[in-house]
């Protein structure tokens, strides 16, 4: 006959030194030391002594996992608020970028003239618009800029890549386009990228420019997030409490299921992989550069702008009407431009900061009128009619680039002498 009284006296000494000890490797010296086994008569199983071996440390992985568990969520809520606050305006850190040139005054007096009848444009450059991203979803993106420019008597043309798709795969598109003009004219391109149109030209022109160099002459950056995007940064950022939701999943699901892109596109415009980038392509300084950032407005007028994004054609009898397809994307921008302003007490256009904007060696055009990331290519059912529309800021910016080309030409020929 067996007795078990001496097996509960010491299961019960044990949990008692076990809960006193506070340590893990105090409390396995417990175990270890407390549950020998009994000296029994005949045949006996062992499942008491082994349910306590395991209960107890059961308790001590509990005590010993429960402080790294709360560590890990104290750093997702610090890496959450934290954000972006130190990634924006990183380039302006950098002591190794060269500095910038302020053109905002030469183009205010360009877009005067332009505004009066008075155009510079040569045509004997091609011109190449560079669309940013979801561009494929917009029909209307940079049309209306080509025909201003085509009445002109100016050849322009819009670059047909996937927006969607990564850097590297937009650039080398983007290369293989600009030869195609070039042998088929033999004129040199000027290329002018809205958003991430910018960054995907800026890497064609970096990545090949041993190839290029004959063929370009100049880049223009209009709301470019040439440094990353805040945006697509704390969206994807890693080791936060979005992880909780699967903000980054959900974001796979919209870009890559329902838009049929390339998630990389959005990762290749977070602050680290454009400073992996820019570590290994940086642009030629011998290559005239003009960037152009704007500020959205935040007034609550702008809740009720609405952007025209395509039209609609309805059969009538006679001639068909054309009706507008408009949503209130303004509305979305000064939301999104608030929010960075309150978060970081940043200026923005509402998806791309104006530090962020401003490429290193350019000259920066920084204008007071309050602009958004989609007026460039999505005009507003409200815009003034006394302002330059895109079409015109798009010249100016184009002109300034010419300006600057025929100005590094002068310092290079004064140079050679």
């Not at 699967?246 to 870009?255: Q, Y």
């Not at 005009?379 to 010249?395: P, R």
């Amino acid at each position: 006959m067996v007795s078990f009284a001496s097996e509960e006296e010491r299961a019960s000494t044990a949990n008692a030194n076990v809960s006193s000890s506070g340590s893990a490797s105090s409390a396995y010296e417990l175990i270890d030391t407390k549950f020998d086994a009994p000296v029994v008569q005949g045949e006996i199983s062992r499942s008491s002594t082994a349910e306590s071996s395991q209960t107890s440390t059961a308790l001590v992985n509990t005590n010993q996992n429960g402080i790294p568990i709360f560590q890990g969520l104290l750093e997702k809520v610090r890496r959450t608020v934290r954000g972006s606050a130190d990634d924006i305006g990183w380039l302006q850190k950098a002591t190794d970028m060269p500095p910038v040139e302020d053109g905002t005054e030469r183009f205010t007096e360009i877009l005067d003239d332009i505004g009066h009848g008075l155009h510079k444009l040569p045509n004997t450059m091609i011109y190449l618009l560079v669309p940013g991203l979801f561009s494929n979803h917009g029909p209307l993106y940079f049309v209306d800029i080509k025909t201003s420019f085509s009445k002109m008597g100016l050849t322009c043309h819009i670059a047909k890549i996937h927006s969607e798709a990564s850097v590297d795969k937009n650039a080398k598109e983007i290369k293989d386009y600009v030869e195609e003009i070039y042998w088929g004219t033999r004129q040199r391109v000027l290329l002018l990228g809205h958003s991430k149109g910018g960054v995907d030209a800026a890497a064609a022109i970096s990545m090949y420019w041993d190839d290029l160099k004959d063929k370009v002459a100049g880049l223009a950056l209009t709301q470019s997030p040439y440094g990353g995007s805040p945006i697509a940064s704390d969206i994807l950022r890693e080791g936060q409490l979005g992880d909780y939701v699967n903000m980054r999943k959900l974001m796979e699901i919209i870009i890559c299921k329902v838009i049929k892109g390339d998630m990389q596109a959005l990762e290749d415009l977070t602050y680290e992989r454009r400073k992996e980038f820019l570590r290994t392509y940086r642009l030629p300084e011998e290559l005239p550069i003009v960037s152009f950032h704007t500020e959205a407005s935040i007034s609550p007028a702008v809740l009720a702008t609405l952007s025209r994004v395509a039209h609609a054609e309805l059969p009538m009898i006679g001639q068909p009407t054309s009706l507008p397809v408009v949503i209130p994307l303004g509305a979305a921008m000064a939301a999104c431009a608030q929010l960075l302003q309150m978060r970081y007490g940043e200026k923005s256009d509402g998806l791309v900061t104006c530090r962020d904007a401003e490429v290193p060696g350019s000259i920066v055009v920084r204008p007071k009128r309050k602009l958004d990331h989609a007026w460039m290519v999505y005009s507003s059912l409200n815009d003034d009619t006394g302002e330059a529309d895109a079409s015109q800021v798009c010249e100016a910016l184009l002109t300034l680039l010419v300006e600057a080309g025929q100005k590094k030409m002068h310092e290079i020929a004064q140079k050679d002498e």
